[in-house]
């Protein structure tokens, strides 16, 4: 996008101010609240087919529906396991360019980097001092990760649901999208936006969980687990930025089973069912048309047809990518231009809590 189309983003500002005005905003009703979208994604490797049909793909979607709207790189989050600087300074440019090749629109949404507005960590603390030990204990997830680390996790690990639940409500959000696996972390921040305002006054709209229609896309190699960054086995995972070449062979050496006919049968037939569901997501079928079009084909050549959709639907994504990556200055504006636009929505409303509170 060129530069002159940022800037003319900067024409929308006053609409942005006009959103919080003070102590005003503390007064506005929950059911009158600007209906306003807010998510995140760490710059933690480069995303692959699962993170964009389950989440990519619906925050495009969303800044057609909604007016407003903020996407934050939330490299504060990425911190609670060992991070290179060197690379995570180029990781978050690189997740830039990628959402931007995605197709987020700076002018529809603010994208941002969540470490350049210091009220996330100001209204995390406030709304840490509020939840007891056991809440965050006994969620999934933590449970899940303390038991793969090697020295048990961080208080940050432990903590950082409620760093998500202040991303959130720092700018009276009142829709998040999600995956099932953060259900959990959405009846926090719905549970804590009650208790802070069960205690200082209605201030917090509850936001509602905006459920992705993708159900979670399996591991090529492991169809009973999602596919994951994390994975050891490097044909697991299929990622945006990976080559023809490379697609190929992860889709190639994709567990099926011992029946070469193509079915979707989630419970009895794992691995097929996650190529259909993927080819259904990638080329926009319906889940019946795409085992229509697997009729008469065994798997290896049903693994083949998926594979040729997968590389048809990233192959401009990838070649806006690469062309974005080789213009840094031109991704720097764009995130210091997202966090001054988020700065100005979550600075009125950090210093309403101050008060609430009685800091100030």
């Not at 306003?36 to 964009?52: C, K, M």
């Not at 989440?55 to 504060?76: N, P």
Request: aromatic content about 6%; proline content about 5%; charged content about 20%.
């Amino acid at each position: 996008m060129a530069m002159r189309s940022m800037w003319k983003a900067r024409g929308c500002w006053s609409c942005i101010r006009a959103l919080h005005k003070g102590p005003e905003a503390a007064q506005t009703p929950q059911k009158d609240a600007v209906k306003r979208v807010f998510s995140g994604i760490q710059p933690t490797g480069i995303p692959h087919l699962g993170n964009y049909l389950g989440a990519i793909e619906t925050w495009v979607r969303l800044q057609e529906e909604y007016s407003s709207v903020l996407y934050s790189i939330v490299d504060l989050h990425s911190i609670t396991v060992p991070q290179d600087p060197a690379v995570l300074r180029q990781s978050i440019l690189d997740m830039t360019a990628v959402l931007l090749a995605c197709g987020i629109n700076p002018e529809k949404s603010i994208l941002f980097q969540q470490s350049q507005v210091s009220e996330h960590t100001q209204l995390s603390w406030i709304l840490t001092c509020m939840v007891r030990l056991p809440r965050l204990q006994h969620l999934h997830q933590w449970k899940v990760k303390v038991a793969t680390q090697k020295h048990g996790g961080t208080v940050g690990l432990l903590t950082y649901p409620v760093l998500q639940a202040a991303d959130i409500l720092l700018y009276k959000s009142t829709h998040v999208p999600v995956g099932e696996d953060q259900v959990q972390h959405m009846e926090l921040v719905q549970g804590l936006a009650r208790e802070f305002n069960k205690k200082y006054g209605e201030f917090f709209p509850v936001p509602r969980s905006i459920l992705t229609s993708m159900k979670k896309v399996k591991s090529l190699r492991d169809p009973s687990v999602k596919m994951s960054k994390s994975d050891p086995d490097k044909l697991a995972t299929v990622r945006i930025t990976d080559s023809p070449e490379e697609i190929v062979q992860k889709f190639r050496k994709a567990m099926t089973d011992f029946t070469s006919e193509v079915t979707y049968e989630p419970t009895r037939r794992a691995g097929v069912s996650n190529l259909v569901a993927i080819h259904a997501a990638v080329a926009g079928l319906p889940i019946e048309k795409a085992v229509q079009q697997g009729a008469g084909l065994d798997t290896a050549h049903y693994k083949l047809l998926v594979a040729d959709a997968v590389i048809q639907r990233f192959a401009p994504i990838k070649r806006e990518i690469e062309k974005l990556k080789t213009d840094r200055g031109h991704l720097e504006k764009v995130l210091q231009m997202g966090s001054v636009r988020a700065k100005e929505l979550a600075h009125p409303v950090c210093q309403e809590v101050k008060k609430l509170v009685g800091f100030l």
